[in-house]
């Protein structure tokens, strides 16, 4: 059993920036791709990047791409860094984790088999 825990989120004016920090407990990343999700308000939950096991490949949305970048301090510890932010970004954030033993691809909201409770980001324009 894994649980994950999201930290970081909060409220910041468009083009600034916010790390989102997610830990896990139980068991640890070393095995499974991790990733983050979104979800915005009245919208379904979406894709914004993902690490493969050994943190040798990532994956972003279009959306994020140059904004974002996601990394891993350790085997317990995954970050979202996040610059200029854009009111679109806005939504609550996701870590989650699955895909597989040693799966190197992007990680789908359909391989994920443990989520985080989200924190919540909100950027003004």
């Known amino acids: 059993q894994v649980q994950l825990a999201e930290s970081g989120g909060g409220s910041v004016q468009a083009g600034g920036s916010l790390r989102l920090s997610c830990a896990a407990s139980?068991?640890?990343?070393?095995?499974?791709?991790m990733g983050w999700f979104r979800q915005a308000s009245g919208k379904e939950r979406e894709f914004v990047a993902s690490?493969?096991?050994?943190?040798?490949?990532s994956y972003f949305a279009e959306s994020v791409k140059g904004r974002f970048t996601i990394f891993r301090a350790n085997r317990n510890l995954m970050y979202l860094q996040m610059k200029n932010l854009k009111p679109e970004d806005t939504a609550v954030y996701y870590c989650?984790?699955?895909?597989?033993?040693?799966?190197?691809?992007?990680?789908?909201?359909?391989?994920?088999?443990?989520w985080g409770q989200g924190t919540q980001v909100t950027v003004s324009s």
């Open positions: 989650a984790t699955g895909g597989g033993l040693g799966y190197r691809g992007i990680l789908k909201e359909q391989m994920c088999d443990y």
């Open positions: 139980g068991r640890t990343f070393s095995n499974s791709a």
């Open positions: 690490l493969s096991y050994n943190g040798g490949n």
